[in-house]
C-alpha cells in the first residue's frame, strides 16, 4: 500500500491539464461519465468569461485503469486544452496586481506569459479529475459530497440558513449555487453590475460531507490533523483566502457553550447497525471534527474566495519595459468564478478526504479496505459502559 498523492502538471493553454494520483488501490470502478460530470459542473456558473465557451473539458485516463477499474498502480488523468496556442501567446510586461505575474517574474527570471500560465487556474481542471476519481473511491464507503454559495460580494444568506441535505442537492439549479431564492437574484445582480463597471466579485461557498466514520485524521501531530490538512488542500486552490470548519471564525465571538456540542450516549442503540447512533450530537458547532480527528458528525467546511484579480478597468501597476507607471495588462477573464470554486472546493476535498480513508483502512486493494473499514465500525460499535469510572473533572489545560 502506498501513501495517496496527487500532483498536477499543464498549463492553461498548453496541451491541457494532466492528474497523477498514486496510491489508489486496486478495484476502485471508474466512472468516466462521472469524472466528466464534475468537469461539466466546474465550466458553469454565472459570471464566467469566455474561455468556458471554447472548453469542453473531457477527461482520458492515460494510465492505471483496465477493464474499468484501477489497477493499483498511478493513474494519469488528462484534460486537453481546446485553446492551445502555448509557443504563440502574447507576452504581458504590465504585472497583474493579486496575480503570481510579479512575485513569479522576479522569482523565476522568466516571463510574465510563463508564470501565469502554470499559477492559472485553469489548473482546477486537473484537481476536479483527481477529485471525482477520490469522490468514486469514497462513495464505496457510504461517504457523500455537496456544496452551495452563502455569500457572493456584498450579498449573504441570512445567518443560520442551514439547508437539509437534500436541498443541499438543489444547488446545481441554480447559477450562483445558491439556495436562497431571494439572494440567488440579488447575487446576480451583483455579478451584473460588478461587470458593467469593469470590476469583479468573490464571496464564501459551504461544503458538506456525509458518511464519513469517526476516525479520519489523527490528534498526534501536527501535520497528521485533517482540520490542517483541509485547510491546506483549500487555501491552495486558485483565490482561495480563507477556510473555516464548523463555526470557525463565528466562534471566536461566542461562549463555549453555545459552541460546543453536548455529547449523548443512547445504550439501546450500541451495537446495532450504525455505530454513529449510539453517540448523538444535538448541535454540529465543531463541523464534524475534534482535535483533528472526524466524530461522526457532517463535515462543514466554509472557504473565502477573493474578487477575481484581472480587472477589465484594471489598476495601475508598471512597464517592466520602461521602468513607468503603466496600468496592469488584461487577459480574457471571469467577473466572477465563485460557483465554478465551489465545484473545485468539493471535488479537492474529496481527494483530501481520499487521503485520509487510505490511511485507515489503508490496503492494497479495495476489497481489503473494505474488510478493515467492516472490521473497524464493529469496534467502534461495541457497547460501551460497564465497570469503566464514570466521567469526573479532569485537566485539560495545557
Ligand atoms: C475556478 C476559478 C476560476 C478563476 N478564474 C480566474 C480568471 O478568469 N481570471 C483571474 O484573474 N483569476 C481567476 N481565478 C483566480 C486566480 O487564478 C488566482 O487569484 C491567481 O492565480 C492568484 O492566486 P491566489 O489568488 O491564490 O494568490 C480563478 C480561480 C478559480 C478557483
Redesign the pocket.
Known sequence: MAYLTFHSAGESHGRGCFAFLEGLPYGVPVDLGFINAQLAR?QLGYGR?GRMKIEKDQAEVLSGVRKGVTMGAPVLLAVFNKDFRLETAPELFCPRP???DLAGHLKFDAPIRDILER???RE?AARVAAGALSRLLLAQFGIEIRSHVVALGPVEVPAGFSPAWEQLGQADTSEVRCLDAACEGAMKAAIDEAKKEGNTLGGIFEIVVQGLPVGLGDHTQWDRKLDGRIAQGMMS????KGVEIGLGFRAARLGGREVHDAIQYDAAVAGGRDPAAAFRRPTNGAGGLEGGITNGAPLVVRAA??P???LMKPLMSVDLQTGEPYKADIER??FC?LP??SV?GENFLAFVLAQALCEKFGGDSLREMKANHAAYLEHLNRPRGGGKPQGGASDASE
Open positions: 466546474r468569461g493579486g496575480h503570481a499559477a492559472s487556474a482546477t486552490i486558485q483565490a482561495i474566495m477573493k477575481i484579480s484581472t477573464s471571469d468564478a465554478a470554486a473545485v
